[in-house]
Structure formats: C-alpha cells, structure tokens
C-alpha cells in the first residue's frame, strides 16, 4: 500500500512542477503570442496528469531534486 501512496505522491509533484514550468513559459514567452501555443502547453500538463509515465533522461530536471523517503514508526500499543 504505500508503494501506491509513493506512486502517487511522485505523479503529483511531478505535475505540479509541469505546472510551474508552462505558468513560467506562458508568462514570461507566450504574452504576445497567439492562445493556441497556450492551449497547447496546457494539454502537455493534462497529458502528464492523466498519463503519468515517466522517463528518466539525463537532461530532466527531476535529476536535481533530492529523493525524499517516508519512514513510518511503528508502535506496539
């Protein structure tokens, strides 16, 4: 069971960070151009969130984040 939360806890970031990075574009590039380019980088962020694959590269900058593991106590109540 918490393989599934692990799972599901790295999609998540993962989509979050896609998130950050097409708000960053559509910001800073995509003022003056036209929706269209928006629409589209918005449907990379639905396609990452529905399907939630991920390869690993070289060049990913999922390669700077530290892993983080999650220890669970246990007590012997």
Do not use: T
Not at 7 to 14: K, Q, V
């Amino acid at each position: 069971m918490s393989s599934v939360i692990e799972w599901l806890a790295d999609s998540l970031f993962a989509g979050s960070i896609v998130m950050l990075i097409v708000m960053f574009i559509r910001g800073v590039i995509l003022r003056r151009m036209p929706r269209r380019y928006a629409y589209l980088l918005w449907a990379v962020v639905a396609v990452r969130l529905i399907c939630p694959v991920s390869i690993r590269s070289p060049l990913s900058i999922f390669n700077y984040v530290p892993e983080v593991k999650i220890v669970q106590e246990h007590s012997s109540l």
